[in-house]
């Protein structure tokens, strides 16, 4: 008879940045790593590329973390962790994967299990990530050949910097320290 460890390593896994097996679909908090994390959100264009500049999920997700409250920020900072072990898809495709959803939303309990935050993502993130959607949109796409459904007005501020891969990693870092008072 098999034992779980042998089991879960005939399973589909990926390698990370830091050279550890990462198992997305079978997560375990203590395999979750923030380094991991911040170095493949940086290295990922929002849009699915098709924005006119590179712009980061990590940057993203720094500006997130500083547009919700205090009491959401962590989660702010890592609400689209789970990327970082599975990739996104656009949302037209997303919405007719349900399953893809659900292997989401596990990883990032995991990653909530993980970080010490709270079993939900407060409503909050969800609609300061909506309205930085509309910001970022409206900043790096090409004008809309029809419009996008749902999205509110853009912040009329400009805080879409389009940080390098480097520089996102560090400042999602540094924000992490920031955040969960790490060294």
Not at 128 to 151: F, H, I, N, R, Y
Request: aromatic residues 10%.
């Amino acid at each position: 008879m098999e034992d779980g460890a042998e089991k879960r390593c005939r399973k589909s896994w990926i390698q990370t940045f830091s050279g550890r097996q990462f198992w997305p679909l079978d997560a375990r908090a203590e395999e979750v790593d923030i380094v991991d994390i911040a170095h493949s959100l940086a290295m990922q264009c929002r849009f699915n590329g098709h924005c006119r500049r590179f712009y980061s999920v990590a940057e993203h997700a720094v500006h997130v973390s500083h547009l919700v409250t205090a009491q959401s920020a962590r989660w702010g900072l890592l609400h689209d962790a789970a990327e970082a072990y599975l990739s996104d898809l656009p949302q037209p495709i997303k919405q007719q994967m349900p399953v893809f959803r659900q292997y989401e939303d596990r990883l990032l309990q995991v990653i909530a299990t993980r970080f010490a935050l709270p079993a939900e993502m407060p409503e909050e993130i969800k609609q300061v990530d909506m309205l930085l959607l509309s910001t970022e949109k409206a900043a790096l796409m090409a004008l809309e050949p029809a419009p996008w459904l749902g999205l509110p007005p853009p912040l009329h501020i400009s805080l879409i910097a389009c940080w390098s891969p480097e520089e996102a990693k560090a400042q999602f870092l540094q924000r992490f320290a920031q955040l969960f008072d790490a060294p």
